[in-house]
Structures are given as structure tokens and as C-alpha cells.
């Protein structure tokens, strides 16, 4: 099978590291992609569950742009809410009438949500969870979970990185994923000063393999939540709509005070939004929080139809199914080639692992290798399944998956 070459994407990156710190940065950044030489850097086109690089290499894509594609490139439903709105306002001197529409769907598909609040990404909206909850409780204690991603702003990083101070984390306590006894510390260590626990729904952390919520777990931390007046935040961004479209705490069997979304909500469009019960309205009114772009219109067309299109197509248990035909195919593969190959979390966004070589070196090999064939997968990170992605996509998978073990096998000989 012919592999690509990324002349163009290497020759713009040089380009782009004289003007442009790191030159790619953030998530978007080459450096967990290894081997480096094996991605492409720079995309020019995507259409469906495809991509095409500025080298004009074409793309299954398993990223969906790290979780914002839902429906597929360019989806026609999507992109005509989008255009109607457009030729009517997007950013103006006030609120469209859009923004009303989508807070009532909202409070119709989420099961929690009695009211909704729209910013950008998806730290607007944790960052905004945790001031509501310190306005509601007066207090100033935070717990998040270790390896939990809630954004880049200080709160969520570690103090040793750099531009981080101490002061910044000084109010956040660290738990363990699916460790109730270390919360329940917590609590008693410091009493009355805890305003509220944030995590995401299952442990989605990267270079790790993703780890759903023990049995028991999330209902002990509703009712240690009640019963020491703590606001239980979900930083539901990455998995929201793609696991369940009432949101993601439904499929898991417990009832939180606030909820973030983002990502998939807009289906590619600049969106976030947090969503609470009554309860937790009048804190939320007295937060003084905006932003510049936090009002347009155009996202907020995009984020109605795409809520819309999610329910009536039922998309969660499509993508469920898709992600397990594409895994357990992917998993019969490695077994012919003699390798094993770990799939975790849920199947819409699953995280896969080759177990034959703890230091990930074989995994990234094998990653490296899909992708330059046509699969773009990462080594480091879950997947996303796009409801765009057809039955050919995944045979073609299939092809790139066994022409890359062996490829792999070749290698290290």
C-alpha cells in the first residue's frame, strides 16, 4: 500500500516556527504525534468523516478535529441553519432571537437543565461552573480528580508548569478517579469550605488507558454532594451528546447541579454552554461573565440544528455501534498479526492500546503507520466515531490496519 509524504506541511511548519511560538501549539501541537514524520501538519480541505492535508493526502478522520465534528464535515443541515442565520446577523449590539430557541432546547433535551448559559470553548464553561458554585456556597475549596482535563486555565493546570503560580491551585484538591474514600477525606478534613467536585463522567485522561465509573460510585458522590451542600459540577465537554443526549450523567445514573458542554454541541461551530437546575440559577445571575464573541449568532443556529439532528437520528447509539464494529474489526486484526490490541472507555470515543510493548513505542509505530496510509489515528489519545463515517470508511480501515501490522512486523525483522 502506498504510504504519504508531507513535503508542504514540514515546509509551512518551519515557516510558522520563526512567527508563531511552538508553531503549532496546544492540543493541535506535532509533539505527541510519533513518529512526527508520519502526520500531516496542515489541513485544506474536509468533507464527511474526511480530511486532506495541504500536501492533498486524503484522511479517514478518527480525530473529528478532537471531538467537535459530530455529524461529519460539512454537514448540509448544519451548514444551512448556519447560512440563514448568517444572512440575518451573527454578531451584533444584542442578542439574536436564536439565543433563546437554543437555551429552551437545551432545557428540553437536557434532563438537568432548567436554564442555560452560552460562552466559546469549553473552559469558559468549567471555569464559569466553579464561580457559580463559589457564589452559591460562599466557599472556596475546589476538588477536581487527577488526569482529569477540565481546560488550560491556571486552576486546572499543575503549579509546576510554566506561568503557573502556586497561589493559582492553591484552593484545588486533587482526587483519584473512582476513589470515593479519598473525597470523603476530603470533606471531613475541611468542613464547610468545599464549594464543589468537578470531573468528567468517565476518566478520559491521554497516554492512559480511559476507565468508566465503578458501580456505586457516582451515586456515593451525589449524596455526599447533598448532604454537605457541595455543587457536583460534570465537565461533560469532551463526551457531551456523543454518549447520551440528555447528557452524559443519564447514561451513568446520577443527577449533577451544573453541567459544561462544548465541542460536539455546535458540530464544529465556536460554541460551550453550562447548564444547572433552579437551584443554581440565582448564584448564576449574580456572576458578572461575558465575552467578546460569547453573543453570536451564527454558533447558536449550528448548535439547534445539531441538537436537533442528534435526536432525531438518534446519533449516541450510532456511534456507539460504529466505534464497536470499528474496534472489535481492528482488534480481530491484531490478533491475526499475533499482537493485542486494548480497547477502553465507551465505544463512541474508545481509547486503544497495543499492550504488547508497555513503553507505547509499538502502539505509536503502529498509529504512525495508519496514518500514513490514510487512518488518521493518534496514539496518545481517544478517538472519536462521526456519525459521517460510512460502512466503506471502516472496511478501508480495515485494509490500512492489516497493511500497517505488517508493515510494523517488517520493520523488526
Known sequence: MKTYSYKKSKALFQKAAEII??????????????????????VSKAQDAHFWDVDGNEFIDYMCAYGPIILGYNNPVVESAAEMQREKVNCATAPGEVMVQLAQELVDTVTIADWAFFAKNGNDATTFALMVARAKTGRKKIIRL???????????????????????????????????????????????????????????????????????????????????????????????????????????????????????????????????????????????????????????????????????????????EKGRELTSGLQKIAEDHGFHLKVTGHPAMPYLRLTDDPSLMLHQEWCGECTKRGAYFTSHHNWFISAALTEEDIQKTFEIADDAFKAVKNNRK
Open 21 to 42: 511560538p511552538c508553531g503549532i501549539y496546544g492540543h493541535f501541537s506535532p509533539a505527541p504525534l510519533i513518529p512526527v514524520s508520519d502526520y500531516p501538519f496542515y
Open 146 to 320: 487527577k488526569g482529569g482535563y477540565h481546560g488550560v486555565q491556571p486552576w486546572t493546570q499543575s503549579p509546576d508548569h510554566p506561568g503557573i503560580t502556586f497561589e493559582d491551585a492553591e484552593n484545588m484538591l486533587i482526587g483519584e478517579w473512582n476513589n470515593y474514600e479519598v473525597l470523603e477525606d476530603f470533606v471531613k478534613k475541611n468542613p464547610d469550605q468545599i464549594a464543589g467536585i468537578i470531573a468528567t463522567p468517565y476518566h478520559h485522561p491521554t497516554f492512559e488507558d480511559n476507565v468508566l465509573p465503578a458501580e456505586g460510585y457516582w451515586k456515593k458522590v451525589e449524596q455526599l454532594c447533598h448532604k454537605e451542600g457541595i455543587v457536583l459540577i460534570v465537565d461533560d465537554v469532551r463526551t457531551g451528546f456523543r454518549i447520551d443526549v440528555r447528557g452524559s450523567n443519564e447514561y451513568f445514573g446520577f443527577k449533577p447541579d451544573l453541567v459544561a458542554f462544548c465541542k460536539a454541541i455546535g458540530n464544529g461551530y465556536p460554541i460551550s454552554a453550562l447548564v444547572g437546575t433552579n437551584e443554581m440559577k440565582e448564584a448564576a445571575s449574580k456572576v458578572f461573565y461575558t465575552g467578546s464573541y460569547w453573543f453570536s449568532a451564527v454558533p447558536m443556529a449550528a448548535a439547534l440544528a445539531t441538537i436537533q439532528e442528534l435526536k432525531e437520528n438518534e446519533v449516541p447509539a450510532m456511534l456507539a
